[in-house]
Structure formats: C-alpha cells, structure tokens
C-alpha cells in the first residue's frame, strides 16, 4: 500500500480531530478505528461542549464521523494490531484490513472500560450485563437494574436507567460519593428509583440465559434483569510501547505540549495520555495539536 | 440491493426472518437510533450484505417501534445480531464489532 502521511490510530474525538486537521493540510491520511466515535457515542448527554447546549453523546459521535469522512478521510473500522519502525516511517499491521505504512503516526488510542472481573460476566454480556447506558437503559423499560460505580459515569447512568426502570440500585464500594460531581451525586439521592447501597461489592453475577441476581460482599443478594457496569476506564498502551513510547506507571502514554511522545514522529493525544483532565474538548485539542505536530515535520522533511 | 436486505417489523418478521431462513440464513440486526454502536453496525451488515450477494438476508429491526420483538428474543443489549436458519437462532452476537470480524463471523455461520 502508498505510503501515508499520517496513520492515526484511535476514532474518537482525539483521532478524528487530528484526521480533520490532517485533512486541512492536506496530508494523506488514514484513520484505523476499532470503535469508530470512540466511547463519547456511548456518553448521555454533552452540555460543556461550545457550540451545544446539550447533545446526545451518539449524536456528537456520527457528526464528528460524517465531518471527517467529508473530507475524504477514509476510516478503517478494524483493530491496529502492532506498529513497527519501517526506514523513516512506521508501518501499522491492522488484524483483517492489511498494513498502512506511514511517515508519522498519531495514537489516539484511549482508554478502555473496566470490567468487573467476574465469572460469568463475560457469558452473560449483552445477557443483562451492560457496557454502555445509553445504548441499553431504555431496554429495561419498567424492569430492576443496578449500577455498579459511583463516579460521574455511574451516577448518570443511574439517572438515565430510571428513567425506564421501575427500580435501580446502585452499588457502590465506598461509604460516599467522593468521587463525582456533587449536583450528580444530589440527583441520585434525590431520585426515588434509585437505591444506593454503598460499601457495597458484586462478588457474584447469576443467570442462565439472562441475568438474574447478583451477589454482594456483604451478603446481600439482588434480584434485576440488568447490570450497567460503569467502574471507569483503563489505559492500554501495548502497541505504543513495543516501539518504545515511554508510558508512565499507570501506563499512560507520556508526551509534551505538542503532543510529541519520545519516539520523533509518534504523537500521542487524548483520554491514553497523561492528560489532567479526560474530556471531548481537551482529546480535540490534543487532536489538533498532534496533527499540527506531524505536519510540521513533514513540511521540515523530517 | 434491496433484495438482500429489509426493514422488518412485528407484522412481517414470521414471513421475512423465521419462514425465509428455512431457505437460506436469515441474520436480524436489532438496532434503535440512540445507539452509536448500532449506527457504526448498521451500514457495515448493509455493506456485507450486498457482499455476500444473498448467502444470507439482512433483516433490520428497530427495537423501539418493535417491543415485542424485542421482549420475544430478550433484547437486553444492542446492536444484538442473531442468526436464524430453520427458524431457529443458531448463532449471535451482542456489540458492535469490527468490520472483518463480523465478516468472519458470517463466513463461519452461514455454512
């Protein structure tokens, strides 16, 4: 395959803003994304976004998509598998839609949902046990559910769920929410659907062919049809590393102002860097920072 | 296109989906308009289905204009992609997954 300018790796708001700015400096750009619109299209309602007032996170995803596929940026929806120094370049393997040689790359990887761990999870994901809220709340229409987290995530995913289940718990491993938003935290003890159990665990999920109970360290059991697992998410920056981009402990991607890794011509941007703040706004600014980053190299004949 | 594909409802999901895949596959793609992942999904199966050149029938169902489809088949997570032949689901999948790997996942089922 015809070498790129730019690969970038990842198709949320970092990849995706780095693509429209690649697109702008008419560099010759692929977007490899295994979650096109990346987790924002799993988020409710944006309102800290200029320009929205409040809009649905889905919403937010496929405008960002249809803008990049407009100017011409093909994205690939498959799996980056390795990343390999190639000459000056870089080649990026992906698992089924072949290699994409490139002069730079920009990781935009993010981050991924955490899961609980358990047995059984896995078997009854899709079954009850739910990763995204706004795609299943109103599935459980006048059903039980619980949410397992007490961050800002989990909180409006609770909020979102009752608004179609008859009952929602919410479990919680700390004795309060100290983690969220207090106005968040305000709604949820105010709404009557929701039941908050803090200090509370899910040891064991249960169900045949759905889910049916969970098992809480306390000893508790509860009875529900559905399980929205919202315990925040995790970096994972295997491919950056194997071509040496330096991670911190916690294995987010370290960079510099200009979004430069220590690898020259690896930028990374958005929620797998060592950012203060985790939000659309700051991945797009990162985004658009790492694009200007590789064009100027390229400009430089670097 | 069309023929490889269709929106079904409550009133033609026996004709469309359980008594077609007495023929050939049946693979309904339950999806609604709030969910990124089903809106990534959809126009991949559209894509595939024209691909496969009609070893297989894409039948998509909304799962807000069909509850009971929905409380039928148990929808508790969506996209959930079912497979039917001889009226029967015989494979599925919940998420949305990657172009490739929902082609390889129809090239193994649909034998």
């Keep these: 395959m015809e070498q ?16 429209i700015y690649a697109a702008r400096y008419w560099l010759r750009t692929a977007v490899i994304a295994e979650q096109p619109g990346g987790l924002v299209g799993e988020a409710g309602k944006i309102g800290n976004f200029p320009t929205h007032k409040e809009i649905n996170g889905p919403q937010f995803a496929m405008s960002m998509i249809e803008q990049v596929r407009a100017l011409g940026i093909e994205i690939t929806n498959d799996k980056a598998g390795s990343i390999e120094k190639s000459g000056k370049g870089f080649v990026v393997r992906t698992e089924n839609s072949g290699e994409f040689p490139a002069k730079k790359i920009v990781l935009a990887i993010g981050t991924k949902r955490r899961k609980l761990g ?19 709340a109103p599935l459980y229409k006048g059903k039980v559910a619980g949410v397992v987290g007490g961050g800002n995530a989990a909180l409006n995913a609770a909020l979102l769920v009752a608004e179609y289940a008859k009952k929602v718990f919410v479990f919680y491993r700390s004795p309060e929410f100290g983690r969220a938003d207090p106005l968040l935290a305000k709604l949820v003890m105010e709404n009557k659907k929701i039941e908050v159990l803090f200090n509370s665990n899910v040891k064991q999920i249960a169900g045949e062919d759905s889910l049916q109970k969970v098992f809480l360290d306390n000893g508790k059991e509860v009875e529900l049809q559905g399980l929205f697992v919202e315990i925040g998410y995790e970096p994972d920056a295997g491919i950056a590393k194997a071509i040496g981009v330096e991670t911190t402990p916690e294995g987010y991607i370290k960079v510099d ?3 430069h890794t220590n690898v020259k011509g690896v930028f990374a941007a958005g929620d ?20 200007n980053g590789a064009f100027e190299e390229i400009k430089k004949g670097e | 296109m069309a023929e490889f594909e269709s929106d079904v409802t409550e009133a033609d999901f026996e004709e469309t989906v359980v008594k077609q895949s007495a023929n050939l596959p049946v693979v309904a793609d339950f999806w609604a308009a709030w969910c990124t992942p089903c809106q990534i999904l959809k126009p991949a199966m559209e894509k595939l289905a024209k691909e496969f050149k009609g070893k297989f029938v894409l039948a998509k169902i909304n799962v807000e204009e069909n509850p009971g489809l929905s409380e039928r ?11 039917f032949k001889g009226g029967k689901v015989v494979a599925e999948f919940t998420g949305a997954m990657p172009e490739p790997a929902v082609r390889q996942w129809l090239e193994k089922n649909i034998k």
């Design chain 1, 4 to 19: 790129f300018d730019l690969v970038i790796i990842g198709g949320g708001p970092a990849g995706l803003t780095a693509a």
């Design chain 1, 118 to 136: 358990l047995p059984n999870e896995q078997r009854l994901a899709g079954k009850g046990v739910c990763y995204c809220a706004t795609c299943d």
């Design chain 1, 257 to 259: 102002r200009h979004q």
């Design chain 1, 272 to 291: 797998i860097t060592e950012s203060g703040l985790r939000q659309v706004i700051i991945a797009a600014a990162q985004g658009a920072l790492a694009a």
């Design chain 2, 73 to 83: 088949f148990k929808i508790s997570g969506i996209p959930s992609v079912k497979m």
